[in-house]
Every structure is written in structure tokens, then in C-alpha cells.
């Protein structure tokens, strides 16, 4: 599947995403994005506008959309290279006095249960705090709609459960950033949970269920909500664009990259006391706020200076189009370098810094007007790989000393937490790290 922001209304199965497949129970009637594309009636598809009527006796009807499922069991678990999903709830919680490794064991079991029912599209289930019986009901109708939930632990985790000495080096602070307004409140946290699906309900669904299968072992620490693309609003799949209107994940790293594995994944065989983390990574979160009235007085050329790529396709300011590699050494008649030393692009490409590379798999916010009468809006970057000191830190590092973009944005909170790899059939999140 693509990991580069695009989506496709339906998977293929490689990356554990089915479409239609395992919902028997309901009717497939057609493909929101094929029907986006050729201009068949949505609504009398089930899609945007309309559903159909099925007889009392018979579950609704589900569009591709409705049915796409990805599977929770694998090497890797879900919502790393899963495609962009229109809806997103990133939440952290942290232990509740008291509670150690055995109230962590449990909590991980009912969390993982929950989250392969839900994703399969049925209730969560689990039995403690969310029976069948006691589902909320929010998400009848829809299908597993592409969700994931994806589990985090952070460095403070650690201590809680007694597992200092298995904790890796990557989960080490992140350093201070010059540019950092971050809210500590707002920040880290025991443990992380990424939830994303292409239907609102069904993601909010997910996150009463995952909420309230916390107690009593976990209180929410903070909560942001997200946003993307809706599947199939365009008729092929395109790489998103974010609040400033910019084409945002074109130079991703691909799955069909042969580095793809190394730079996102942690490998196997390294140190013993590490190896519960094989086919896992680390996410770095930042609540990264834009300043968007400032912003949207640049004239559109500026704003295309700033990141060295065109706003109206996302092609480097150095030609050619969306994929078209950027030239760096590329200069105008003016003899000037056509994309800026201080660009954006540029400087965050892997070839200016020693190959540091990630993978960005961001959700958009909108938490209204601050009190100082300016959206309160932004991105919540997400960033994935195999060792943050290879990836966002150096990065980070150097935007920091001088991105053309620093003064429209501003860096709100932040997180860092190791992603276990997938669980297998039959183990929950985390098991190989609590349970040896
Ligand atoms: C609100 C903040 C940000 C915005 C609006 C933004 C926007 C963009 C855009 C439009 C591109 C060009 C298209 C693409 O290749 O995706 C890009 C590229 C990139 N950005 Fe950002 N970005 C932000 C923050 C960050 C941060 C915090 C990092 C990492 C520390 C980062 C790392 C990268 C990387 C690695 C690339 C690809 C460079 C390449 O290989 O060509 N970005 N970003």
C-alpha cells in the first residue's frame, strides 16, 4: 500500500487492509471513489448523500468505503502505512497511582481485544467495561470504515511497570528546540493511542470504547483531533494537502523503496533486553500550531519560496511535476538557486541530512479561534522511524536553525513513544516486553 499521504478506495490486502472482505454480514453495493470518479449517483450508492433502504430484517448496506477493513494482527501494527483515513483521535494516558505491570498487562489484553473487534466493525467486546450488550451503537451501520488503533508506550511507562532496564535508548528525550513553545500538559504520557478511520463516527466510536477500557488502570493525559481528506472526494488518489494549502507527503519514503523497511521499522537481533520492540518504531508527535492569518497575506509565490515546491500541484520549484526529483543545484537566469537555501524542502530532504529520513503521516486540527481572535489550527505531525536520532531529531535540528517556514508556525506539545511491533494471533500489544 502507499505510505506517501495518497489513499485508494479499497486495499489490496498487502498491508492488511481488505476491501469488503470479512463483512459478510452486510451488503456491498459499490465504491464511493468509483463512483466519485465516474460520476454515479452518490447518494443512490450510499454514498455522501443518501443511503439505501434495506428491509427491517437486513443489516445496512455498506459502500467500499464502509467495508474497507484493515487487519489488526501482523508484523507491524496498523496505522503506520495504512493510507491517510479522514478522521483522527490521538490520545494519551498515563497509569493511575498504583497501578504497575499487572494493571498494565491487563489494560494492553482488553485494549488489543477491543481493537480487533472494532476494527473488524463489531462492537468492542471485550466483556469488562463494554459488553456486546453495552455497546454505544455509535458506529452501527458503517462498517470497520479503515480503522486502526495503534498502541504507544512512553519513556515514563517504563518506571511504572518496573521495566527501566528494558527501556531503549530512542525513548531518551527529545533535546530542546530553540523554537519550542511546548505545554508539558499536553505532552508525552504514559501510553499513546493513534486511532484513524474514514468515518467520524466510527473513529469516535473507537475512542469512547478505547476510553472507557481504560479504567481503572489509566486516565486520559491529553486528547487532540484530526482531520483529512475524505476518500474518494477526488477522483484519483492524490497526495493530501494540509491547512495551508500545501501538497504535503509527496518525498515520503515508499513502502517499495528497498531502505523503506530499515528507515521506518526496528530491526530484530539486536540487544535481548530490546527485542520486544522488532517490527515496531517510534512516533513522534508535535502539535504544531500555523499562523495562518500570517500566512495567507503572503502572495502565492512567496509561500512557494518557503517550501520549494509549487502550491497549485506540489512540483519542485526546480521543474518538472509532483514526483519530479528535486534539483537542488538548479539555478534561474538570475543565477539564484531556483529552490531557496532556506526552503523548507530542501532542507528537510534526506540528502541534506546525512539520510535522515521518516515517514509523515500527519492529521490536520481545527480546536476553533484562540482569544486572540486567530485560528487555533494546525498539524499534527506524526512522524515514523526505525530511530528518532536518525530521523526527526536531526531534522528538527536543523529547521530550527533556519526554515523559511519557522516564522508561520509554532510548535505547541509534543510526544515520543516506542510502537511495539504488530501482536501475532493470539498475543496482545506489548506482550513480548510485559510478559518475559
Ligand atoms: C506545520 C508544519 C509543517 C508543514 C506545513 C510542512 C510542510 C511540508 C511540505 C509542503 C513539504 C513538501 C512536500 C513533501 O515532500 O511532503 C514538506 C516536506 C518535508 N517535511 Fe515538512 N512540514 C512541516 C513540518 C515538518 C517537520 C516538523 C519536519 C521534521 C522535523 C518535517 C519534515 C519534512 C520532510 C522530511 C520533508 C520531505 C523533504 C524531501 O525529502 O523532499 N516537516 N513539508
Known amino acids: 500500500m502507499s505510505a506517501d499521504n495518497s489513499r485508494k478506495a479499497s486495499g489490496s490486502g498487502d498491508d492488511g487492509v481488505r476491501g469488503g472482505a470479512g463483512i459478510s454480514r452486510r451488503r456491498l453495493i459499490g465504491s464511493a471513489g468509483a463512483a466519485g470518479a465516474t460520476g454515479l449517483v452518490l447518494g443512490a450508492a450510499g454514498g455522501a448523500t443518501g443511503y439505501v433502504a434495506t428491509r427491517p430484517d437486513e443489516p445496512a448496506a455498506l459502500t467500499t468505503v464502509g467495508s474497507t477493513r484493515v487487519m489488526f494482527h501482523g508484523k507491524h501494527q496498523p496505522g503506520i502505512t495504512t493510507p491517510l483515513q479522514a478522521r483522527g483521535h490521538l490520545v494519551a494516558f498515563d497509569l493511575v ?73 530512542g525513548l531518551d528525550p527529545l533535546p530542546p528546540f530553540s523554537s519550542d513553545h511546548i505545554d508539558a500538559e499536553r505532552s508525552n ?15 469516535f466510536h473507537a475512542l469512547r470504547a478505547v476510553q472507557k477500557e481504560a479504567a481503572p488502570a489509566a486516565r486520559v493525559r491529553w486528547q487532540m483531533n484530526g482531520f483529512n481528506r475524505a476518500p474518494g472526494a477526488t477522483a484519483q488518489p492524490m497526495t493530501a494537502r494540509n491547512l495551508m494549502g500545501q501538497v504535503d507527503g509527496t518525498n515520503n519514503p515508499k513502502p517499495a523503496e528497498s531502505d523503506f523497511e530499515r528507515r521506518v521499522f526496528v530491526p530484530g537481533g539486536t540487544e535481548a533486553k530490546y527485542d520486544w520492540l522488532a517490527g515496531g518504531s517510534y512516533a513522534v508527535v508535535r502539535r504544531i500550531r500555523m499562523l495562518l492569518d500570517d500566512w495567507e497575506k503572503l502572495p502565492v509565490a512567496r509561500q512557494e519560496q518557503v517550501i520549494g515546491r509549487r502550491k497549485k500541484d506540489g512540483a519542485p520549484l526546480s521543474g518538472g511535476t509532483e514526483t519530479t526529483a528535486m534539483d537542488l543545484d538548479r539555478a534561474g537566469s538570475d543565477g539564484k538557486l531556483l529552490i531557496p537555501d532556506n526552503a523548507h524542502a530542501r532542507i528537510s530532504s534526506p540528502g541534506t541530512n546525512s539520510g535522515a529520513a521518516m515517514l509523515r503521516r ?39 536553525r533556519g526554515d523559511a517556514l519557522s516564522p508561520f508556525i509554532r510548535h505547541e506539545a ?16 506489548g506482550q513480548r516486553l510485559l510478559e518475559s
Request: with cysteine; aromatic share 10%; charged share 20%.
Open 97 to 169: 497511582p498504583g497501578a504497575g505491570r499487572k494493571e498494565a498487562i491487563a489494560l494492553m489484553r482488553r485494549w488489543s481485544a477491543a481493537a480487533d473487534h472494532l476494527m473488524a466493525g463489531e462492537p468492542a467486546g471485550s466483556g469488562a467495561a463494554d459488553g456486546p450488550d453495552h455497546d454505544t451503537g455509535i458506529a452501527l451501520d458503517a462498517g470497520p470504515s479503515s480503522l486502526t488503533v495503534t498502541f504507544g508506550f512512553g519513556r515514563t511507562f517504563f518506571e511504572r511497570t518496573g521495566l527501566t532496564g528494558r527501556r531503549p535508548p
Open 189 to 203: 504520557g504514559d501510553l499513546w493511542v493513534q486511532i484513524g478511520a474514514d468515518d467520524a463516527l466510527v473513529a
Open 362 to 400: 500527519p492529521f490536520s486540527y481545527h480546536d476553533g479561534i484562540s482569544a486572540d481572535g486567530t485560528p487555533d489550527a494546525g498539524l499534527l505531525f506524526i512522524c515514523w522511524q526505525a530511530d528518532p536520532l536518525r530521523g526527526f531529531v536531526p531534522v528538527q535540528r536543523k529547521l530550527d
Open 414 to 429: 509534543s510526544g515520543l513513544f516506542a510502537v511495539p511491533g504488530g501482536a501475532a494471533d493470539g498475543e496482545y500489544v
